[in-house]
């Protein structure tokens, strides 16, 4: 299975770019990393909103290029923020594990404003899944992929 690697340019090289439905890799795949990064922030409802608006008008912006990779990396970034948001929700302080390890009992709710940041981060990662142009590009990268078009995999 092809790793990604931070010292890749997946712009220069989409082809090399591995598919993963979670989050994987989202912190290795530049140019899209340094793009997107900055705007990620779920401390609270207002914070989540502002991460969502600028990251959804980046995917446009990546989708006007018919870029699937920005597209993607949008997406995966909408999805962390849901999962990171849900795991403050969910943990006090956002820890999961205690200090020996063991894992946390969940709360419901232990945090309701980052559960209100969770939801927002939600709503937009579904809207880029059911968007037709995502589907779309996804199935042609992924042909393109499994015809042998990924030079080093």
């Given at each position: ?34 793009e997107l990064l900055p705007h990620w922030q779920f401390k609270d409802e207002d914070a989540a909103r502002g991460a969502r608006d600028a990251l959804l008008e980046r995917y446009r912006s990546y989708r006007a290029a ?88």
């Open positions: 299975m092809a790793e990604f690697s931070p010292t890749i340019d997946y712009r220069a090289q989409p082809e090399r770019y591995p598919y993963r439905s979670g989050e994987q890799g989202v912190f290795q795949v530049q140019p899209y990393k340094r018919d870029d699937f990779v920005g597209m993607d990396m949008a997406r995966k970034f909408l999805q962390m923020g849901f999962t990171r948001a849900m795991r403050y929700a969910k943990y006090p302080g956002g820890r999961k594990y205690t200090d020996d390890g063991t894992e946390r009992e969940p709360q419901q709710w232990a945090d309701a404003e980052k559960r209100r940041a969770a939801v927002i981060f939600r709503n937009a990662w579904q809207a880029v899944l059911a968007d037709p142009a995502y589907e779309r590009l996804k199935e042609a990268h992924q042909q393109r992929r499994s015809a042998g078009d990924a030079p080093g995999d």
